[in-house]
């Protein structure tokens, strides 16, 4: 089965850093971008980045360059995104996504979010 | 940046009828646009990419089309459980973008 499996939910305070992980399994995960989205409470969806794991090339939305960090390990089929210091804004739930050549880039295969919380 | 536009924000229709949403993008995307449905505390799922192609396992009730700046989703007959929000996204160039959302609720 193909499928994205993210880490698990996490609350933390203001000024903290977070990585959290988005492993893929039963396709070759080299070979298709691996996405990231933020969904805020009540909110739409808002592309962050993406990035291909064959290469590690990537691509970020201007609104979360600098402030969010994507990479990914190959060895082990996972991608990260991480915050060096948070902020109460960042409160959201992150989904992971998987998109391909075959489908012109769209999300097929999505993760089942994880959901931070900033909060003092 | 392309901006897409979905109207109408929200809708109210009963079981059996026919829903059309839009989604305008600012500058031609030829038909590199897809959508998802998203229902309350779960992941989005893609429902149809390239404008008009049906994900594989979703329902032929579904169907897009469009191409250009102008694009539809059609739901031919609603079944109770379409209600949902659904979403526009293209995936022309990046940075990648979604549409606002359009909540379908029972009329």
């Known amino acids: 089965e193909v499928q994205l499996v993210q880490s698990g939910a996490e609350v933390k305070k203001p000024g903290e850093s977070l990585k959290i992980s988005c492993k893929g399994s039963g396709y070759r995960f080299s070979n298709y971008w691996i996405g990231w989205v933020r969904q805020m409470p009540g909110k739409g969806l808002e592309w962050m980045g993406s990035i291909y794991p064959a290469d590690s090339d990537m691509r970020y939305s201007p609104s979360f360059e600098g402030q969010v960090t994507i990479s990914v390990d190959k060895s082990i089929t996972t991608a990260y995104v991480q915050w060096s210091s948070l902020k109460a804004s960042d409160t959201a739930m992150y989904y992971c996504?998987?998109?391909?050549?075959?489908?012109?880039?769209?999300?097929?295969?999505w993760g089942q979010g994880a959901l931070v919380i900033v909060s003092s | 940046d392309i901006q897409l536009t979905q109207s109408p924000s929200s809708l109210s229709a009963s079981v059996g009828h026919r829903v059309t949403i839009t989604c305008r993008a600012s500058q031609s995307i030829n038909n590199y646009l897809n959508w998802y449905q998203q229902k309350p505390g779960k992941a989005p799922k893609l429902l149809i990419y390239a404008a008009s192609s049906l994900q594989s396992g979703v329902p032929s009730r579904f169907s897009g089309g469009g191409s250009g700046t102008d694009f539809t989703l059609t739901i031919s007959s609603l079944q109770p459980e379409d209600f949902a929000t659904y979403y526009c996204?293209?995936?022309?160039?990046?940075?990648?973008?979604f549409g606002g959302g359009t909540k379908v609720e029972i009329k």
């Open positions: 996204q293209q995936s022309s160039s990046t940075p990648l973008t």
């Open positions: 996504m998987r998109s391909g050549s075959s489908n012109q880039n769209a999300f097929d295969i």
